[in-house]
């Protein structure tokens, strides 16, 4: 898998290549520049003959952009740089490159390359027009709010009619989280370097980042092998090497067995939808358990789910008396899923505490099985037998106990620390969706769109996990295959019915297809 780097560890590996390959900085920042070139070359058509503005800071983002003007101009472009500061103001490696620049621009005779120092807004606006502009303003260690002469000329570089390239992130998000205080660069394209920054995947880091490409700077991989990075950026290819095989002789019931305890008047779609998810996922045998009085219309809507009639209160919600009939189909199964649909009462508060109490099976727990357990998340360190969460940011905050905000700032750092708190598998749904370990590895979902916010399509995620996790696949596997697959058929979805008109139905028939593509 690849891997994805906060700020301080893709420093920590930069400085491993320095310190212990004896690798000059000067090297990799050169990497950077003609890597970033190539890319731009490629993804940029007559790039040769077009005028390029590159705005440096101070740092080594600005001695990327300082190097990358030498590779633009080589390649035939006309290339302005535009700098925060004179050149005295610069160290290290940045000022080295800022030098070969004003020398050159001293002995150039062909008009093609100028190098602007101190600049302001009011300096850019009386620049030519360009119709590329590359961010090299501040990079990965900017954290907090822009100043006011750099929010105005990046507010200017977001105005022009012009292709936007950010070197490493674009500047004004941070690196670490993708969030943003202020203002940000809106980018086109953002060539990121040595490895992608979680910051680029979530938040507003997502949103203005455009197109990323990973730059090779020539790092040894053993560095990135020994580094204590445990984020991992999960794609097709992933999925594929774990996905479960058929062997020839397979029989039903040793493909997995699942049993979903889910739904209630009103919410019978969220138990349709996940049982029917788990058999399409490849389980052998799927059983449903509803309240009684929902019965017959279950039967009548699934045909391939077989369903357990379970005593309910009276108003369609299952009531406490049906433990008996759980317990044993519990220890038919390999796996149990519950919560879709299933209600808010103290039954099904009481049902599900006891379930995670005595019941040492392999458990999801979705909606509202999380919901009925605010206050009593301290289960699950007590408990054995794995267990698997699936909640969106508001059911997680609850569940927590942990103010939504910072979950919605920090949620790399919240969900490792709860899930390994917690002693659970938590998958963390949104965009993208995160699955965290036990062990402090966490998964970054790649697939997925803003149109699978839309009811049932959390049921159909859960229904996916059980059907995989049922075959024998690890509970962090389960949980970072689902996702995938889940945001493939999303996007699957969106291609053939556009993100606002898609529902959770339609996700579900994508599945067909992305397994299909998935085991060849």
């Known amino acids: 898998m690849q891997k994805v780097a906060s700020a301080m560890e893709m420093r920590g590996c930069d400085e491993e290549a320095i310190r212990g ?10 990497n950077a ?28 983002n600005g001695g990327d952009g300082f190097a990358l003007a030498r590779h633009l101009l080589e390649r035939g472009s006309a290339v302005t740089v535009a700098s925060l500061s004179p050149v005295s103001h610069l160290k290290g490696d940045a000022r080295i490159n800022a030098d070969i620049i004003q020398k050159m621009t001293r002995s150039d005779s062909s008009g093609r390359l100028s190098y602007i120092k101190s600049i302001t807004r009011e300096h850019l606006e009386q620049l030519p027009h360009a119709e590329v502009i590359v961010d090299a ?29 950010a070197l490493d992130i674009p500047s004004g998000i941070d690196a670490d989280t993708g969030f943003c205080e202020s203002i940000t660069v809106q980018a086109d394209y953002t060539c990121t370097m040595g490895l992608v920054k979680t910051g680029l995947l979530f938040s507003k880091g997502r949103e203005v980042s455009g197109k990323v490409f990973c730059i090779d700077i020539q790092i040894p991989p053993e560095v990135y092998r020994r580094s204590k990075i445990s984020n991992y950026l999960v794609r097709e290819s992933d999925v594929r090497k774990v996905i479960p095989k058929r062997s020839p002789d397979a029989h039903k019931y040793q493909v997995g067995k699942v049993f979903i ?75 149990i899923a519950a919560g879709p649909g299933l209600g808010r009462s103290e039954d099904v508060k009481n049902i599900i505490i006891h379930i995670l109490k005595d019941i040492e099976k392999p458990l999801i727990l979705d909606a509202d099985a999380l919901n009925v357990l605010a206050g009593n998340d301290f289960l699950f360190e007590k408990r ?39 002693k659970v598998t938590l998958l963390l749904k949104g965009g993208p969706s995160i699955v965290a370990s036990k062990d402090h590895k966490l998964y970054i979902n790649s697939s997925g769109n803003p149109g699978m916010a839309t009811a049932g399509a959390g049921d159909v995620l859960t229904g996916i996990i059980a059907g995989l996790r049922a075959q024998g696949l690890s ?46």
């Open 21 to 30: 390959y004896q690798i000059p900085g000067i090297v990799l920042m050169e």
């Open 33 to 60: 520049a003609r890597g970033t070139a190539d890319v731009m070359r490629g993804i940029i058509p007559g790039l040769h003959d077009k005028h390029i503005l590159i705005v440096c800071g101070k740092g080594n």
């Open 137 to 165: 303003l501040l990079g990965t260690g900017f954290k907090g709010k822009l100043r006011p002469k750099i929010a105005s000329i990046v507010a200017w570089m977001n105005e022009q009619q012009a292709i936007r390239v």
């Open 261 to 335: 305890l889910a739904g209630s008047m009103g919410l019978t779609g969220a138990a349709a939808l996940a049982s029917q998810s788990a058999l399409r996922c490849g389980a052998g045998a799927v059983v449903l358990g509803v309240p009684e009085s929902l019965n017959l219309m279950m039967e009548k809507k699934l045909t391939e789910v077989m369903t357990l009639p379970l005593p309910d209160n009276g108003a369609g919600v299952v009531h406490i008396s049906a433990l008996d009939s759980i317990r044993k189909q519990c220890e038919w199964a390999d796996i």
């Open 384 to 422: 054995k037998s794995p267990v698997i969460i699936t909640p969106h940011t508001g059911e997680f905050s609850r569940l927590s106990g942990i103010d939504l905000k910072e979950i919605q700032i920090e949620r790399l750092r919240v969900a490792r620390q709860y899930a390994r708190k917690s």
């Open 475 to 520: 509970d962090e596997a389960a949980a970072y295959c689902g996702a995938y697959i889940h945001g493939a058929a999303g996007d699957l979805a969106r291609e053939k019915y556009g993100e606002l008109a898609m529902v959770a139905g339609d996700i579900q028939e994508a599945l067909l297809k992305v397994f299909k593509g998935i085991s060849g």
